[in-house]
């Protein structure tokens, strides 16, 4: 009886289903996120084979809780890869993408300084309409080991968490806030996103 008013209220709730529609997705456990994670550095250092002296960008959502992926928001990230690519056309060596239950993830090897492409990042990580929900880190290969630039490095403040003024890891960190929170925020972002970028 509890679970049928659950669906009910969702059925009448334009916004629960939307929500529900951004997090229809296959959950993933840690180990499996863990798994994900030596994938993708593995995939990195493939990638900087091509070209040791290219910089990478590295391209993430970030989306906290077990469920990383589903149509809506491969669909999102794709949009936003599009941008990132004709963005950097001229520079571009190579590109990846990869999208899995662990979420989506995008590679794009390019041939430029690594702190001007950080500071032209966090110029789009704050501009643009998703860029608090993306992760745009930079990569690059110094003889065997691969570095990233930290906003903090190159003289940037630290993120602000997209529900709060914080400093966004402290927030992830104290866990701050609900899950149900974060992904009503994400949801809407999305869905906003989608109604105004897809023609
Ligand atoms: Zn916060």
């Known amino acids: 009886m509890q679970l049928l008013n659950i669906e009910m209220a969702q059925l009448l709730t334009p916004f629960a289903m939307s929500n529900n529609q951004v997090f229809d997705g296959e959950s993933v456990t840690l180990l499996e996120m863990l798994h994900a994670r030596e994938e993708r550095q593995e995939l990195q250092r493939n990638i900087f084979l091509k070209a040791p002296q290219g910089t990478l960008l590295s391209i993430t959502m970030n989306i906290p809780g077990e ?6 928001l491969k669909r999102v990230f794709e949009c936003e890869l599009n941008n990132l690519k004709s963005k950097f ?7 990846r993408f990869v999208s899995n239950k662990a979420g989506n993830e995008a590679y794009i090897l390019l041939s430029i300084n690594p702190v001007l492409l950080k500071k032209r990042l966090i110029k789009y990580e704050e501009e643009s309409q998703l860029g608090r929900l993306l992760d745009l880190d930079v990569h690059y290969k110094n003889k065997e080991n691969i570095f990233q630039i930290s906003r ?8 602000k968490c997209f529900l709060c003024d914080n400093i966004a890891k402290e ?3 104290s866990r701050s806030h609900s899950l149900d929170d974060i992904r009503l925020y994400i949801s809407k ?3 906003k996103y989608l109604e105004e970028n897809s023609n």
């Open 189 to 191: 972002k999305v869905l």
């Open 89 to 95: 056309s001229k520079e571009t060596i190579l590109t």
């Open 152 to 159: 903090t490095e190159i003289g940037y403040p630290p993120r």
């Open 67 to 72: 469920i990383k992926n589903s149509k809506i």
């Open 171 to 173: 927030c992830g960190r």
